[in-house]
């Protein structure tokens, strides 16, 4: 069976950047893309807050150029999705695509996280052309523009909030007649003069020639004096929560409630030697390319220490 030195399971910049550093350390990476090769930042358009590129990059592009860099340090990537893992054995064992096994000295989990959409067609028909997941990267291109945050969580609140230093005005749809948020963050929404809080409504679909132009909304749903209208809006963010991409691992890596991956703290080691998390799928807080781009560094470090440290 085909025994590798540093396995590396993900696509985004958090396994790029570690196939980059294990590869220069001469350990050989072996990567699998996975189902979207280049992560997350495939599906955005304009990147401008990675150092490095002063007039900005595409998300495509910029996956290309970190891909690229791993390939010229020998850097093995492969087509294949990571079905099964057994982690109680050294070398740890690993199936992809329900077919082919392999054995890893160290493994770098770096699956990432998706967001979580509404399952609406208009949905995909509009995604680059006005509908998002992430305020922090598609903000700045609806400054004085009117947009909708979907949800009324922590990241709902804190969208709004953020959309709300660039937008000139902000719908909160709230599936609900309340927050979820915490206290804090609902103040800071509830507070603020451009953010509008809309109870207990739905969103059933866009509408738009070039691009999403509004929304079409329900107002309580299911209740005697439901009623339907479209609101105009430029932009609209989901913000329903993320779902880390850890299935697969849960049965040996430590994960929290909403299944991020544990690691101690400030390092990319799980409860399991030799297995390390990088990027999204354990980091519920920043989720950022630059962000994951560094802890796959930090990820790769352990890993080339680990194996020095075991003579493997
Ligand atoms: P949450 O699961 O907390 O909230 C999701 C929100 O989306 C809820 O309001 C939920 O509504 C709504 N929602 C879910 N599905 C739908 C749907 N199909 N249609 C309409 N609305 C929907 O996720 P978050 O991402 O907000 O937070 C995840 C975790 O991260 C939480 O523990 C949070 O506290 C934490 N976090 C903390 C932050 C901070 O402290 N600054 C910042 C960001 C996140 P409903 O309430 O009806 O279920």
């Known amino acids: ?10 696509s985004g910049p958090a396994g790029y950047t570690a196939a980059i550093y294990t590869g220069r350390a001469n350990i050989s990476p072996v990567l699998y893309e996975g189902l979207q090769p280049g992560g997350q930042l495939t599906i955005t358009t304009e990147v401008e807050n990675f150092p490095g590129y002063p007039e900005g990059v595409t998300g495509p592009q910029l996956m290309e150029d970190m891909r690229n ?5 020998g850097a093995d990537i492969r087509t294949g999705i990571v079905t099964k893992v057994d982690f109680d054995q050294h070398p740890m064992r690993v199936t ?36 998002s997941a992430c305020a922090t990267c598609d903000g700045f291109f609806y400054r004085n523009k009117t947009v909708a945050v979907v949800g009324g969580g922590d990241t709902a609140c804190e969208e709004a909030a953020y959309l709300a230093g660039l937008a000139k005005k902000v719908y909160l749809l709230v599936r609900k007649p309340y927050l979820r948020a915490s206290k804090i963050m609902q103040d800071r929404v509830l507070g603020n003069e451009k953010i509008e809080v809309l109870f207990e409504h739905n969103a059933e679909g866009l509408y738009g020639d070039n ?6 909304l329900v107002k309580r749903l299911g209740q005697a004096d439901e009623t339907h ?22 049965p040996y890596v430590k994960t929290d409630e909403v299944g991020y991956i544990v690691t101690e703290d400030g390092t990319p080691r799980t409860n399991v030697p030799g297995v390390f998390a990088a990027g999204d799928v354990a980091d519920p807080h920043y989720r950022q390319a630059i962000t994951a781009a560094g ?5 790769a470090i ?9 003579s493997l």
Do not use: W
């Open 295 to 299: 802890s796959g560094c930090k990820a």
């Open 211 to 216: 691009g999403v132009e509004g929304v079409h």
């Open 302 to 310: 352990e890993a080339e220490r680990y194996l020095s440290e075991h």
């Open 229 to 250: 209208y479209d609101l105009p809006i430029d932009g609209f963010f989901l913000a329903i929560g993320h779902k880390p991409n850890s299935e697969v691992f849960a």
């Open 69 to 73: 860099q791993a390939l010229r340090f």
């Open 96 to 131: 992809v695509d329900d077919e082919k096994e392999l054995l890893a000295d160290t493994v770098i989990i770096a699956t990432g996280a998706s967001a979580k959409y509404l399952g609406l067609d208009d949905e995909k028909k509009y995604a680059g052309m006005g509908v």
């Open 1 to 10: 069976m085909e025994r590798v030195r540093c396995l590396i399971i993900g």
